[in-house]
Protein backbone atom coordinates (compact mmCIF):
# COMPACT_ATOMS: atom_id res chain seq x y z
CA UNK A 1 0.00 0.00 0.00
CA UNK A 2 1.35 3.02 -0.91
CA UNK A 3 1.52 6.05 1.73
CA UNK A 4 -0.30 9.35 1.33
CA UNK A 5 1.73 11.38 -0.93
CA UNK A 6 2.35 14.36 2.13
CA UNK A 7 4.49 11.37 3.77
CA UNK A 8 6.97 11.71 0.84
CA UNK A 9 7.31 15.45 1.28
CA UNK A 10 10.57 16.08 3.40
CA UNK A 11 8.85 19.48 4.56
CA UNK A 12 6.74 18.27 6.82
CA UNK A 13 9.23 16.52 8.99
CA UNK A 14 11.37 18.56 11.41
CA UNK A 15 14.51 16.52 12.33
CA UNK A 16 16.91 15.47 9.51
CA UNK A 17 20.08 13.19 9.70
CA UNK A 18 22.36 11.89 6.73
CA UNK A 19 24.19 7.70 6.16
CA UNK A 20 26.64 6.97 4.04
CA UNK A 21 25.54 3.37 2.36
CA UNK A 22 27.68 0.97 2.30
CA UNK A 23 29.61 -1.51 -0.43
CA UNK A 24 28.74 -4.24 2.12
CA UNK A 25 25.02 -3.20 2.04
CA UNK A 26 24.89 -4.30 -1.61
CA UNK A 27 23.00 -7.30 -2.50
CA UNK A 28 23.45 -9.51 -5.89
CA UNK A 29 20.83 -6.68 -7.60
CA UNK A 30 23.36 -4.15 -6.90
CA UNK A 31 21.50 -2.36 -4.35
CA UNK A 32 21.23 -2.16 -0.85
CA UNK A 33 18.78 -4.69 0.77
CA UNK A 34 15.82 -4.33 2.56
CA UNK A 35 17.80 -5.42 5.85
CA UNK A 36 20.49 -2.23 5.53
CA UNK A 37 17.59 0.10 4.62
CA UNK A 38 15.59 -0.99 7.30
CA UNK A 39 18.49 -0.59 9.59
CA UNK A 40 19.52 2.61 8.39
CA UNK A 41 15.80 3.91 9.63
CA UNK A 42 17.02 2.09 13.02
CA UNK A 43 20.14 4.25 13.52
CA UNK A 44 18.21 7.67 12.50
CA UNK A 45 15.57 6.89 14.74
CA UNK A 46 18.25 5.87 17.82
CA UNK A 47 19.62 9.68 17.25
CA UNK A 48 16.41 11.29 17.15
CA UNK A 49 14.77 9.88 19.61
CA UNK A 50 18.06 10.60 21.58
CA UNK A 51 17.66 14.40 21.06
CA UNK A 52 14.10 14.43 21.92
CA UNK A 53 14.61 12.37 25.72
CA UNK A 54 17.34 14.71 26.02
CA UNK A 55 15.27 17.94 25.33
CA UNK A 56 13.22 16.16 27.83
CA UNK A 57 16.19 16.08 30.37
CA UNK A 58 15.30 12.31 30.77
CA UNK A 59 18.64 10.50 29.75
CA UNK A 60 18.17 7.15 30.61
CA UNK A 61 15.86 7.41 32.89
CA UNK A 62 12.93 6.52 30.87
CA UNK A 63 12.34 3.04 29.10
CA UNK A 64 11.07 2.70 25.69
CA UNK A 65 10.11 -0.58 24.44
CA UNK A 66 9.16 -1.20 20.65
CA UNK A 67 5.61 -2.33 19.90
CA UNK A 68 6.02 -2.06 15.99
CA UNK A 69 7.89 -0.90 12.92
CA UNK A 70 6.61 -0.74 9.25
CA UNK A 71 8.81 -0.15 6.42
CA UNK A 72 7.37 0.87 2.57
CA UNK A 73 9.76 0.25 0.17
CA UNK A 74 9.31 2.84 -2.48
CA UNK A 75 12.25 2.34 -4.80
CA UNK A 76 15.87 1.23 -4.66
CA UNK A 77 18.45 2.57 -2.80
CA UNK A 78 22.00 2.97 -4.13
CA UNK A 79 25.58 2.56 -3.42
CA UNK A 80 27.87 4.81 -2.81
CA UNK A 81 25.27 7.80 -2.62
CA UNK A 82 24.43 8.51 1.19
CA UNK A 83 20.56 8.60 2.28
CA UNK A 84 19.06 11.25 4.09
CA UNK A 85 16.31 10.51 7.01
CA UNK A 86 14.10 12.78 7.94
CA UNK A 87 12.23 11.82 11.49
CA UNK A 88 8.89 13.37 13.28
CA UNK A 89 6.55 12.32 15.62
CA UNK A 90 3.24 11.68 14.00
CA UNK A 91 0.95 10.39 17.05
CA UNK A 92 1.40 10.76 20.50
CA UNK A 93 -0.84 8.81 22.68
CA UNK A 94 -1.60 8.41 26.69
CA UNK A 95 1.32 5.85 26.81
CA UNK A 96 2.73 5.43 23.27
CA UNK A 97 3.71 7.47 19.94
CA UNK A 98 4.99 6.90 16.69
CA UNK A 99 7.75 8.46 14.68
CA UNK A 100 7.39 8.88 11.53
CA UNK A 101 10.23 8.62 8.69
CA UNK A 102 10.81 8.96 5.19
CA UNK A 103 14.16 8.44 3.12
CA UNK A 104 15.20 9.91 0.64
CA UNK A 105 18.08 9.59 -1.64
CA UNK A 106 19.17 12.31 -4.44
CA UNK A 107 16.24 14.07 -3.76
CA UNK A 108 13.87 11.28 -4.15
CA UNK A 109 11.69 9.71 -1.36
CA UNK A 110 12.57 6.18 -1.63
CA UNK A 111 10.92 4.95 1.22
CA UNK A 112 8.40 5.29 4.66
CA UNK A 113 8.95 3.97 8.16
CA UNK A 114 5.93 4.46 10.97
CA UNK A 115 7.54 3.05 14.41
CA UNK A 116 5.11 2.51 17.68
CA UNK A 117 7.10 3.21 20.68
CA UNK A 118 5.32 2.72 24.77
CA UNK A 119 6.76 3.92 27.67
CA UNK A 120 6.82 0.58 30.10
CA UNK A 121 7.50 -0.56 33.94
CA UNK A 122 7.83 -3.59 35.10
CA UNK A 123 3.84 -3.56 35.55
CA UNK A 124 3.33 -2.86 31.91
CA UNK A 125 2.58 0.63 30.06
CA UNK A 126 2.68 3.66 31.92
CA UNK A 127 1.68 7.23 30.68
CA UNK A 128 4.46 9.21 29.05
CA UNK A 129 5.83 11.50 31.25
CA UNK A 130 4.84 14.91 30.80
CA UNK A 131 8.42 16.64 29.93
CA UNK A 132 8.83 13.28 27.44
CA UNK A 133 5.41 14.49 26.20
CA UNK A 134 6.34 18.19 25.80
CA UNK A 135 9.58 17.17 23.79
CA UNK A 136 7.55 14.54 21.53
CA UNK A 137 4.96 17.54 20.58
CA UNK A 138 7.86 19.97 19.54
CA UNK A 139 8.73 17.64 17.18
CA UNK A 140 4.97 17.01 15.79
CA UNK A 141 4.92 15.92 11.92
CA UNK A 142 2.92 18.95 10.31
CA UNK A 143 0.83 16.56 7.63
CA UNK A 144 -0.98 19.51 5.43
CA UNK A 145 -4.57 20.79 5.67
CA UNK A 146 -7.03 18.65 3.52
CA UNK A 147 -8.29 20.75 0.32
CA UNK A 148 -11.89 21.80 0.98
Partial sequence: MKPPAWRQDRAVYPHSFHIQTRYRDEDGLHHINNIAVA?????????????????????DRVRIVTAD???????????????????GILRIGTASYEIGQAMFQKGRCVGICT???????????????????????????????PAA
Fill in 115 to 145: TTFVQASAEGASPLAPALRAALEAMMIRAPE
Fill in 69 to 87: SRVSYLAEVFHPDEVEVRS
Fill in 39 to 59: AYYDETRARFSREVFKTAGLG
